[in-house]
């Protein structure tokens, strides 16, 4: 019996949330589904777990890696997979009740769709939820007040996810078929392939929105030498496709950079450095005039004043 979908659940010293992510899994009530876990060189005996389980379940599939990285792991998986879609689900994150049956029916009925995302909400380490994907994004908070149904076809899809991502890998399901022609997760690029492999999709099919949160993953601290790096790869993402972007939507491309710059501006207020933080907050201001980037200048104005008191009363 060919499965609907296949989970696809890359894992590494995750044994504490791993059995939480499979058992929401469980609950999507879909008979036709199989669960294909990469173990990519756990060493918290993860891997003894998974084969207990797959001795259990006829439909898990378990694969070992030697610490190749998630996108390996997933581009691995889904070459054996044999679901008509895909669905991606970090071992550390779980979804809600029949979230993949409201993408699947979507996705059928609408079949220029090949790729579609939910909202996803954002926990605290005391699993308190804090806030969800789409509040922190002006565009997907105006495109979610002007659609009145629960799901529906992003306009210029490609242009909207170049704007900003907001797509939690999590909550992603995609025709396996596509995944496989487009050849999956670009291996190379560190930290924010997914977001290439979004835009890969959004280029040649449609991409559908459900506004929901379906999705609840716990938010994480980034180490600020990965930051950086990151801020280096989104840079390499925006070269990569703004001239295909800007033949759909000039305006995508100046909200990209102003992200960017706006991004690499909260970075710098992290560091205690107001006047790199300014700078790069008037940069996004001039790409992309909102009060949130105004704000933002605001803000550094107000540190650097109050860092320079400081300096002050030391040297006094």
């Given amino acids: 019996m060919k499965p609907i979908v296949s989970v696809i659940i890359p894992s590494k010293n995750c044994l504490s949330t791993l059995p939480r992510a499979i058992e929401s899994v469980w609950q999507q009530g879909i008979n036709k589904i199989e669960i294909v876990i990469v173990d990519d060189g756990s060493t918290d005996k993860s891997w003894e777990w998974i084969c207990q389980l797959c001795r259990k379940h006829n ?22 997979a044999s679901g008509t879609y895909i ?9 809600y009740q029949h979230k993949l049956q409201q993408q699947i ?15 996803c909400e954002l926990m605290n380490d005391k699993s308190e939820v804090t806030h969800d994907r789409f509040t922190s994004s002006d565009y997907f908070k105006q495109q979610t007040l002007q659609h009145n149904q629960d799901a529906f076809v992003i306009p210029k899809g490609a242009a909207a996810i170049f704007s900003e991502n907001v797509i939690g890998t999590s909550t992603v399901l995609v025709r396996r ?30 991409i559908g929105c459900i506004k929901k949160p379906l999705t609840a993953s716990v938010c994480k601290k980034m180490l600020m030498s ?6 280096k790869a989104m840079e390499q993402i925006i070269k990569r496709y703004e001239n295909k972007i800007k033949t759909i939507d000039p ?11 706006a991004s690499y501006a909260k970075y710098y207020r992290q560091k205690l450095c107001p006047a790199q933080a300014l700078a790069c907050d008037f940069r996004a201001l001039c790409e ?12 550094d104005l107000k540190l650097s004043i109050h860092m320079t008191k400081d300096d002050n009363t030391m040297n006094s």
């Fill in 59 to 80: 439909n898990i599939i378990a694969l070992k890696l030697d610490s190749e990285g998630s996108s390996t792991a997933r581009n691995h998986a889904a070459r054996i």
């Fill in 87 to 95: 669905a991606f689900l970090d071992a550390d994150t779980f979804w």
């Fill in 105 to 119: 029916m979507f996705m059928e009925k609408n079949p220029q769709v090949g790729i579609s995302f939910t909202n």
């Fill in 177 to 206: 078929d596509l995944y496989l022609a487009l050849d999956g997760f670009d291996h190379n690029i560190k930290l924010v392939s997914d977001w290439d492999l979004w835009l890969k999709f959004a280029l040649h099919t449609g």
């Fill in 226 to 231: 990965n930051q950086i790096k990151q801020l």
């Fill in 251 to 261: 305006y995508a491309v100046h909200s990209a950079h102003a992200h960017l710059s």
């Fill in 288 to 299: 992309q005039p909102t009060q949130r980037h105004f704000c933002n200048i605001l803000t």
